[in-house]
């Protein structure tokens, strides 16, 4: 019996019922758009495959377990004799004795901080140059999810170890846990097992939160998100050939494919660097938590600080009803306020919908010059969390360079308020100036056009 066309041909069998070679085709031929800013999702993208591949390396190190308490007889010298948890002294073990083990979690670490900022990054961008319009508000709101649920993944992350750092921001968690009005009680006993600080299921609940849970979460976010703007196309600034029916660029191969593995390659080569190189959250040093100790020297990673911040700054205001607290203090900062930040940033891209009326699809972006009102409140939006984010450091502040913490306090109150309307005044005037004169400061001036004079020689002339 003699072979069918098929067996002889198994490529062209698979391309005929699964239609691989035209997607394939479709694929490799989809155009990406030449501009640096549009790394940035890269850099966020590549952030998190490493955090993936390195926090695999570490879960087969690492034990969630708090119980049962041991002494410690490790390299530490400092903290021989100290009574350990597991989940303590695998940690120290990761960074001493297994090999490549402080590397990688140092690499780790790093990686989390990266893949916020690149993030942050990427979303101040898509919203100055006003990429979030229709038909991309979706795409939009998946990356501000993709934000949100880093921040807590991060939290969780750092919250594993059972060092003095992170029991005391479970220590903060908690109490905004608390503050949640009416449910709160309930809520802080069913997450940590009963009163703080619990009966120990809160770090075994972070531990799958944080290895199992979460980032499924964000792989499929970050799908949906890479799916949807392939399904729209790249948006594009302006420029000669670029319509809104077009995307002028690179196509996915070889062109761009392979710029895309370098940089993949150079943020794994940063990474790395930083773990070898540049320490980050010393655990030895703060020691192992105990519910008596603080330490004013820890500080958590900067992603938190507005929240922090935030706690910090919000004058003693609690709402009470018939002698019960209703709405303890640490609700506003801690809870409240960034409930409303990630609130708004959900809903922007249907408020300006709707109050400047445009519901036309774009492809094009807008540079933020040219639209004033949207790039003042931007900044003043940035700068009022900001604010918020530089009070977190008052304790810092106080301790290295001797400030006043309450004098802190009082001048972060009125900043918070003050900042944000100077930043949009000044902004929007910077974006009107801008317009009017057609300037181009980071090119050297405004437009300038060369003509020849009637005696041939040439002259330039400014706009």
């Known amino acids: ?73 490790g390299p530490f010298r400092e903290l021989v004799g100290f009574s350990v948890t597991p989940a303590y002294d695998s940690v120290l073990r990761l960074s001493s004795t297994v090999p490549a083990g402080l590397m990688v979690r140092q690499a780790h670490h790093w990686a989390a901080l990266v893949f916020v900022v690149a993030m942050v990054a990427h979303l101040a961008r898509t919203f100055f140059t006003a990429a979030f319009r229709k038909p991309r508000e979706v795409i939009w709101m998946f990356g501000v999810l993709l934000l949100g649920v880093g921040v807590f993944e991060g939290f969780a992350g750092y919250s594993l170890p059972d060092d003095l750092l992170s029991g005391m921001g479970l220590g903060i968690a ?79 191969w070889p062109g761009y494919a392979l710029r895309s593995l370098g940089l993949m390659l150079l943020v794994f080569a940063v990474l790395v660097g930083l773990g070898g190189l540049v320490q980050i959250n010393p655990i030895w040093q703060w020691g192992p938590y105990e519910i008596n100790r603080a330490t004013n020297g820890a500080q958590p990673d900067w992603y938190l600080g507005w929240l922090i911040g935030g706690l910090r700054i919000m004058p003693p205001l609690e709402i009470r009803v018939w002698g019960k607290t209703l709405v303890p203090n640490p609700f506003w900062g801690g809870a409240l306020f960034p409930t409303v930040v990630f609130a708004y940033l ?52 106080f301790y290295q360079v001797g400030i006043d913490y309450e004098a802190q306090v009082h001048v972060y109150r009125v900043l918070v308020v003050v900042l944000p309307i100077v930043v949009f005044v000044a902004t929007k005037a910077v974006c009107d100036e801008l317009r009017r004169t057609r300037a181009a400061p980071a090119l050297g001036g405004p437009p300038t056009v060369v003509r020849r004079r009637p005696d041939n020689a040439f002259e330039e002339l400014r706009e």
Do not use: C, K
Not at 52 to 67: Q, R
């Open 1 to 73: 019996m003699g072979l069918t066309d098929d067996a002889v041909d198994p490529v062209r069998f698979v391309d005929e019922r699964l239609g691989a070679s035209s997607l394939a085709r479709r694929a490799l031929r989809y155009v990406f758009p030449e501009h640096w800013s549009f790394l940035l999702g890269e850099v966020a993208l590549y952030s998190f495959a490493f955090l993936v591949l390195s926090g695999t390396y570490l879960a087969f190190f690492f034990s969630p377990d708090i119980e049962p308490h041991q002494t410690y007889a």
């Open 174 to 252: 908690y109490s905004v846990a608390l503050a949640v009005p009416l449910l709160g009680g309930a809520l802080g006993a069913l997450l940590w097992g009963g009163e703080y600080p619990g009966s120990g299921v809160i770090e075994s609940r972070l531990y799958i939160a944080h290895v199992f849970v979460v980032p499924a979460i964000m792989a499929l976010l970050i799908v949906l998100h890479l799916a949807l703007v392939a399904r729209h196309h790249h948006t594009q600034f302006p420029g000669p050939g670029r319509r809104e029916r077009n995307t002028v660029g690179n196509p996915m």
């Open 346 to 397: 959900m809903a922007h891209p249907w408020i300006e919908s709707r109050l400047t009326r445009d519901r036309a699809p774009h492809h094009l972006l807008d540079r933020p010059r040219d639209h004033p009102w949207r790039t003042a409140f931007g900044a003043a939006f940035l700068t009022w969390v900001g604010s918020i984010f530089f009070a977190g450091s008052s304790d810092r502040l």
